[in-house]
């Protein structure tokens, strides 16, 4: 099955306090600094948190609900929500998608209350798991309750469970065998794989250990060595075994670094079980060590080994991904960025109209902030993104984006 996240919706979490927004194979948000961009992710990013390590933790580590909680209101907030819609069950579809929701809530307590708060969760799932049939588990305060036509659904109504306790991450008492139990399962490990891809330059241009995690490349690129390692294994059986990732690659760098002929990846002179990148260019005798090359160049090897990974995490999250890029060299990102999304979803920031104009206005959301200190994201649907290209008589996205034509200017 083809699990994926169609939506979005997020109220009163930072400065999201009404945010619905559809997400596709590829989703581009534009808009000025500060307009709630990063805060999409981060919601996201909790989400994954919650199904990784439990509500609680992913509080904590965020600093609490106080600052994740919307402060731009004379009265304080005392609920914050995120909640996705998508497909992970066997009947689940775009017209009639399962649906997630994590409600936090944290209102005050009397004064005669020995604490000024107290705090707890609503969690509500619902699946399709057979034709035509929706079922729902919830929890609410200690309680959870299963609300299923399906036999094999069935359980003690309601269950007790901890008050602060997710059915993402907490052992709960469901049913093994549930078909509506396996979609929140599949929901789980979709969660759980979501990243915000964010490299540290300093860090990819490091020698990294060879190791089975090198299958992956990490969130801050570090094992940048490690992986580029792996997609040079990767033989082509249906054309006599060339490398073609690797030779993929290797063409596209050419193409937006035309000084590199050739990348090797070498021993690490010391270090046992390390890898070195070296880039070899035109005109220059011997080889540029990856640490001696420049942060642009870097970053690009980053981002092309990423989208040129044949296994990536269904879904990935990446701010500014003009950052330290030459405009001409968007074109082509944007281009290898659509293909990788053929195979996973992607999410991304950028302030760059020149990668904005190789979007189509199905990928383009435009993000702006309110005087009530509020994201407005999306500030447009698509069909008024198309009837304004339409009225400029075709004028390339990122060109009528930068001349504030659609919004998420300052």
Same mark, same amino acid.
């Given at each position: 099955?083809?699990?994926?996240?169609?939506?979005?919706t997020?109220?009163?979490?930072?400065?999201?306090?009404?945010?619905?927004?559809?997400?596709?194979?590829?989703?581009?948000?534009?808009?000025?600094n500060?307009?709630?961009?990063?805060?999409?992710?981060?919601?996201?990013?909790?989400?994954?948190?919650?199904?990784?390590?439990?509500?609680?933790?992913?509080?904590?580590?965020?600093?609490?609900?106080?600052?994740?909680?919307?402060?731009?209101?004379?009265?304080?907030?005392?609920?914050?929500?995120?909640?996705?819609?998508?497909?992970?069950?066997?009947f689940?579809?775009?017209?009639?998608?399962?649906?997630?929701?994590?409600?936090?809530?944290?209102?005050?307590?009397?004064?005669?209350?020995?604490?000024?708060?107290?705090?707890?969760?609503?969690?509500?799932?619902?699946?399709h798991?057979?034709?035509?049939?929706?079922?729902?588990?919830?929890?609410?305060?200690?309680?959870?309750?299963?609300?299923?036509?399906?036999?094999?659904?069935?359980?003690?109504?309601?269950?007790?469970?901890?008050?602060?306790?997710?059915?993402?991450?907490?052992v709960?008492?469901?049913?093994?065998?549930?078909?509506?139990?396996?979609?929140v399962?599949?929901?789980?490990?979709? %969660?759980? @794989?979501? &990243?915000?891809?964010?490299?540290?330059? +300093? #860090?990819?241009?490091?020698p990294?250990?060879?190791?089975? *995690?090198?299958?992956?490349?990490?969130?801050d690129?570090?094992?940048?060595?490690?992986?580029?390692?792996?997609?040079?294994?990767?033989?082509?059986?249906?054309?006599?075994?060339?490398?073609?990732?690797?030779?993929?690659?290797?063409?596209?760098?050419?193409?937006?670094?035309?000084?590199?002929?050739?990348?090797?990846?070498?021993?690490?002179?010391?270090?046992?079980?390390?890898?070195?990148?070296?880039?070899?260019?035109?005109?220059?005798?011997?080889?540029?060590?990856?640490?001696?090359?420049?942060?642009?160049?870097?970053?690009?090897?980053?981002?092309?080994?990423?989208?040129?990974?044949?296994?990536?995490?269904?879904?990935?999250?990446?701010?500014e991904?003009?950052?330290?890029?030459?405009?001409?060299?968007?074109? %082509?990102? @944007?281009? &290898?960025?659509?293909?990788?999304?053929? +195979? #996973?979803?992607?999410?991304?920031?950028?302030?760059?109209? *020149?990668?904005?104009?190789?979007?189509?206005?199905?990928?383009?959301?435009?993000?702006?902030?309110?005087?009530?200190?509020?994201?407005?994201?999306?500030?447009?649907?698509?069909?008024?993104?198309?009837?304004?290209?339409?009225?400029?008589?075709?004028?390339?996205?990122?060109?009528?984006?930068?001349?504030?034509?659609?919004?998420?200017?300052?």
């Open positions: 099955m083809n699990h994926r996240i169609l939506g979005l997020v109220r009163n979490f930072r400065t999201l306090t009404d945010t619905k927004l559809p997400l596709g194979p590829l989703t581009v948000m534009v808009g000025p500060a307009a709630g961009k990063s805060n999409v992710l981060h919601a996201l990013e909790f989400l994954g948190d919650v199904a990784q390590q439990g509500i609680q933790r992913a509080l904590h580590d965020l600093g609490g609900f106080d600052v994740l909680a919307f402060r731009g209101s004379s009265r304080s907030v005392s609920r914050i929500s995120v909640g996705i819609e998508g497909i992970w069950s066997d689940a579809s775009p017209e009639e998608p399962d649906r997630y929701e994590l409600s936090i809530s944290h209102p005050r307590l009397p004064d005669t209350s020995r604490k000024r708060y107290t705090t707890y969760r609503r969690e509500r799932f619902t699946q798991p057979e034709n035509g049939i929706e079922s729902s588990i919830e929890l609410t305060s200690s309680s959870l309750t299963v609300t299923s036509p399906l036999e094999a659904d069935r359980a003690p109504t309601p269950l007790t469970v901890g008050r602060m306790d997710s059915a993402l991450h907490d709960v008492p469901l049913p093994d065998k549930s078909p509506s139990v396996a979609s399962r599949d929901m789980k490990r979709h %969660l759980q @794989a979501i &990243r915000v891809f964010d490299p540290n330059v +300093r #860090a990819a241009r490091e990294a250990a060879i190791t089975k *995690a090198g299958r992956h490349l990490r969130d690129a570090s094992n940048l060595a490690d992986f580029l390692k792996t997609l040079y294994e990767v033989r082509d059986e249906q054309r006599d075994g060339r490398r073609a990732i690797w030779e993929a690659l290797l063409e596209d760098v050419r193409t937006v670094v035309p000084q590199i002929s050739d990348i090797h990846l070498v021993d690490t002179p010391g270090k046992a079980g390390y890898l070195s990148v070296e880039l070899e260019e035109n005109s220059l005798r011997g080889r540029t060590r990856l640490q001696d090359a420049s942060f642009g160049t870097v970053r690009l090897l980053c981002l092309l080994a990423l989208f040129h990974d044949p296994n990536p995490p269904l879904l990935t999250c990446i701010e991904i003009d950052h330290g890029i030459h405009p001409h060299a968007l074109e %082509l990102l @944007a281009q &290898r960025l659509r293909e990788a999304s053929r +195979r #996973a979803q992607f999410l991304v920031t950028t302030h760059s109209p *020149a990668f904005v104009n190789e979007l189509e206005p199905d990928e383009f959301v435009v993000c702006e902030r309110g005087q009530d200190g509020a994201s407005v994201i999306p500030a447009l649907s698509t069909d008024e993104v198309r009837e304004r290209i339409e009225a400029s008589e075709g004028m390339p996205l990122g060109e009528l984006w930068f001349a504030n034509t659609l919004g998420g200017g300052l």
